[in-house]
């Protein structure tokens, strides 16, 4: 099949890409002309483990190309994916205005039938807006449909995640559109996994429910952890004994600094604003957001805490800016709201991450030193804040660590380390809900 990718970020390239191992034909179209230059000589520009390979190997056999030119490509495509992103709008509702720009700019070169695909995370409704404005915009009499094919893929794990989905997700009005989707993703499911065939509005909503669920699930055992800190129980003996109830189940359990990235913070303020439009409050969903915000203030206090509210040219190393490991996606990550806080209050911030440095820089205003390498980022500094759980921070090297960290406290974001074992070298220790 044709297909046109509009919109390479995390998820057009890596459907773009995965779309051409399995045969496809595919171009992808952005706006960015610096980032198309570098997607075509291979480099993914974003960090996503396998991105790299795969891309190359499907450059090579020509089955994925780069353009900024729609017309040149879009009037030979059966399927063309919109995947530009929806930001948080100023009301909190997600802005559909790069979605509507990438839908005009297309519409005037379809020819024959071609299928548009929502993959962007989008309200309920902007599938039927999409076919509404093309309905009354297209001029040759081409026919179209319009699906909404919303994304699952979790950064991190994206390639594998599309090339071996949970679940695929469709919203159709046609049996054309239907049997095109069910086409193009048939190799995907080889090993029977569904692929959930609905109305476009059930799956637009779909999209939402998960991310605000899965929040959700953050957001309660974060709640969770402060009671345990108040009452003298351990977050992680309540957490695994939970989790052995397959009712509630093992994942997103974790406690930690708050969720970050970019879908949960702007999906959960766009289904607020979408129930507000209803008048339907979501009151779950809003007490999550709350917890969200709590936390990575919660964290804040406890480091004021230890150092008498006065943490002014304290030295404070970071380990971790991605909003979580094996991504360099700094987008809403608690990292930036942590050091922006304690920055302010006159910290001077020794930030490290394997892959985020550069996104970072972009995010951070406040003035942070960045290392490469976290061990050299704790030389000299009084604390240590694990705020990602990389696994290269995971091990605790005392001989190291001791080596250069004169400080005398860690605290531990993610629970990755021992509390016992890390007193036992002499330095405090804070984890997130533990004794
Ligand atoms: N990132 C994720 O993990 C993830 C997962 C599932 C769903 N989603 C959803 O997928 C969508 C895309 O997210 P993303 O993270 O890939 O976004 P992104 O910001 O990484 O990439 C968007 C790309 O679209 C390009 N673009 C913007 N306007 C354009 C236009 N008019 N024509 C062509 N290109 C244009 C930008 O230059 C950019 O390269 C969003 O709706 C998001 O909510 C994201």
């Given at each position: 099949m044709n297909i046109v990718v509009i919109g390479t970020g995390y998820v057009g390239l890596v459907a773009g890409t995965c779309f051409a191992e399995t045969g496809n034909d595919v171009v992808c179209i952005d706006i960015d002309e610096k980032k198309l230059e570098k997607l075509r000589i291979g480099d993914p520009i974003i960090y996503e483990p396998g991105l790299e390979t795969l891309l190359k190997k499907n450059i090579r056999s020509r089955r994925i190309r780069f353009s900024g030119e729609a017309k040149d490509h879009v009037p030979d495509a059966d399927a063309i994916f919109m995947a530009v992103g929806t930001p948080t709008g100023e009301d909190g509702s997600a802005d559909v205005s790069h979605l509507m720009s990438a839908v005009e700019s297309v519409v005037p070169y379809l020819s024959g039938y071609t299928l548009i695909v929502n993959k962007?995370?989008?309200?309920?409704g902007t599938a039927s807006n999409i076919k509404k404005y093309i309905h009354d915009n297209i001029k040759n009499g081409a026919e179209f449909d319009v699906a909404s094919n919303p994304e699952f893929l979790k950064e991190g794990v994206a390639v594998q995640d599309f090339l071996y989905p949970d679940r695929v997700v469709v919203g159709v009005d046609s049996v054309r559109a239907e049997k095109i989707l069910r086409e193009l993703y048939e190799p995907f499911l080889r090993s029977g996994n569904p692929i959930h065939v609905m109305d476009v509005r059930s799956a637009e909503l779909t999209k939402y429910a998960c991310n605000s669920f899965l929040a959700t699930k953050i957001s309660f055992i974060n709640d969770i952890s402060v009671l345990c800190e108040k009452l003298g129980a351990d977050i992680n003996s309540v957490r695994h004994a939970m989790s052995s109830d397959p009712r509630i189940g093992k994942t997103f359990l974790y406690p930690g600094v708050g969720y970050g990235g970019s879908c949960f913070p702007k999906d959960v303020k766009a289904i607020i604003s979408t129930a507000s439009g209803v008048d339907e409050n979501l009151s779950i969903v809003r007490a999550a957001e709350q917890i969200n915000d709590l936390q990575k203030k919660r964290f804040v206090e406890k480091v004021l805490k230890y150092f008498n509210n006065d943490v002014n040219k304290k030295v404070i190393a970071v380990w971790?800016?991605?909003?979580?490991?094996?991504?360099?996606d700094v987008r809403e990550a608690p990292a930036l709201d942590i050091i922006s806080a304690l920055a302010k209050k006159g910290a001077i911030v020794h930030a490290s991450d394997p892959v985020a440095i550069d996104n970072a820089r972009v995010f951070i205003k406040e003035e942070v030193k960045y290392f490469t390498d976290h061990i050299e980022?704790?030389?000299?500094?009084?604390a240590l804040l694990i705020l990602t759980e990389w696994n290269e921070y995971r091990t605790f090297d005392p001989k190291k660590l001791k080596k250069h960290f004169n400080g005398k406290?860690?605290?531990d974001g993610r629970n990755i380390w021992n509390p016992e074992h890390i007193k036992q070298y002499g330095y405090d220790y804070f984890g997130v809900g533990r004794k």
């Amino acid at each position: 099949m044709n297909i046109v990718v509009i919109g390479t970020g995390y998820v057009g390239l890596v459907a773009g890409t995965c779309f051409a191992e399995t045969g496809n034909d595919v171009v992808c179209i952005d706006i960015d002309e610096k980032k198309l230059e570098k997607l075509r000589i291979g480099d993914p520009i974003i960090y996503e483990p396998g991105l790299e390979t795969l891309l190359k190997k499907n450059i090579r056999s020509r089955r994925i190309r780069f353009s900024g030119e729609a017309k040149d490509h879009v009037p030979d495509a059966d399927a063309i994916f919109m995947a530009v992103g929806t930001p948080t709008g100023e009301d909190g509702s997600a802005d559909v205005s790069h979605l509507m720009s990438a839908v005009e700019s297309v519409v005037p070169y379809l020819s024959g039938y071609t299928l548009i695909v929502n993959k962007c995370t989008a309200p309920v409704g902007t599938a039927s807006n999409i076919k509404k404005y093309i309905h009354d915009n297209i001029k040759n009499g081409a026919e179209f449909d319009v699906a909404s094919n919303p994304e699952f893929l979790k950064e991190g794990v994206a390639v594998q995640d599309f090339l071996y989905p949970d679940r695929v997700v469709v919203g159709v009005d046609s049996v054309r559109a239907e049997k095109i989707l069910r086409e193009l993703y048939e190799p995907f499911l080889r090993s029977g996994n569904p692929i959930h065939v609905m109305d476009v509005r059930s799956a637009e909503l779909t999209k939402y429910a998960c991310n605000s669920f899965l929040a959700t699930k953050i957001s309660f055992i974060n709640d969770i952890s402060v009671l345990c800190e108040k009452l003298g129980a351990d977050i992680n003996s309540v957490r695994h004994a939970m989790s052995s109830d397959p009712r509630i189940g093992k994942t997103f359990l974790y406690p930690g600094v708050g969720y970050g990235g970019s879908c949960f913070p702007k999906d959960v303020k766009a289904i607020i604003s979408t129930a507000s439009g209803v008048d339907e409050n979501l009151s779950i969903v809003r007490a999550a957001e709350q917890i969200n915000d709590l936390q990575k203030k919660r964290f804040v206090e406890k480091v004021l805490k230890y150092f008498n509210n006065d943490v002014n040219k304290k030295v404070i190393a970071v380990w971790g800016l991605a909003f979580k490991p094996q991504t360099d996606d700094v987008r809403e990550a608690p990292a930036l709201d942590i050091i922006s806080a304690l920055a302010k209050k006159g910290a001077i911030v020794h930030a490290s991450d394997p892959v985020a440095i550069d996104n970072a820089r972009v995010f951070i205003k406040e003035e942070v030193k960045y290392f490469t390498d976290h061990i050299e980022a704790v030389d000299g500094a009084d604390a240590l804040l694990i705020l990602t759980e990389w696994n290269e921070y995971r091990t605790f090297d005392p001989k190291k660590l001791k080596k250069h960290f004169n400080g005398k406290v860690v605290f531990d974001g993610r629970n990755i380390w021992n509390p016992e074992h890390i007193k036992q070298y002499g330095y405090d220790y804070f984890g997130v809900g533990r004794k």
